[in-house]
């Protein structure tokens, strides 16, 4: 991956949330309030936090990034073990190919909802940051 961008994964719209989006990316974490730019479309998305996820919290399997001040997580409900261990392996594989959930928001309102699958986007760094 390049530097400085991301590649989005999946993008959900969750009523009542916002945007999930999976970005699979090199950096030491995206801290909170970084835009992340399509620059074919000039559109800009903020990122409001780290999403970490259930299972791999209580497996002690999260991966954390300093700069990440700002998270939530969420939970999945399984009806068997094997189906738990088979999404513990899913969301670790995530990780250990450079996969992180993040909630985002565009930065207009009247802009399309959520960026494609497959696009790379450009993180917007600034001096403190250091991404």
């Excluded at 989006?21 to 835009?35: F, R």
């Excluded at 074919?40 to 998305?45: A, D, G, P």
């Excluded at 919290?57 to 088979?86: G, P």
């Amino acid at each position: 991956m390049e530097p400085n961008f991301v590649k989005v994964v999946e993008c959900f719209n969750i009523t009542g949330l916002g945007l999930l989006i999976e970005l699979k990316h090199n950096l030491n974490g995206i801290p909170p309030n970084t835009e992340i730019i399509d620059c074919t479309t000039n559109e800009i998305w903020i990122v409001k936090k780290r999403v970490h996820h259930g299972i791999l919290i209580l497996d002690k399997s999260e991966k954390y990034f300093e700069c990440e001040t700002e998270s939530m997580h969420v939970d999945s409900f399984f009806k068997t073990l094997s189906e738990r261990k088979i999404a513990v392996e899913k969301e670790i594989d995530k990780r250990n190919n450079g996969v992180y959930t993040y909630l985002i928001k565009p930065e207009k309102k009247k802009q399309k909802v959520k960026p494609e699958i497959g696009t790379k986007l450009k993180i917007k760094t600034t001096p403190q940051q250091g991404v």
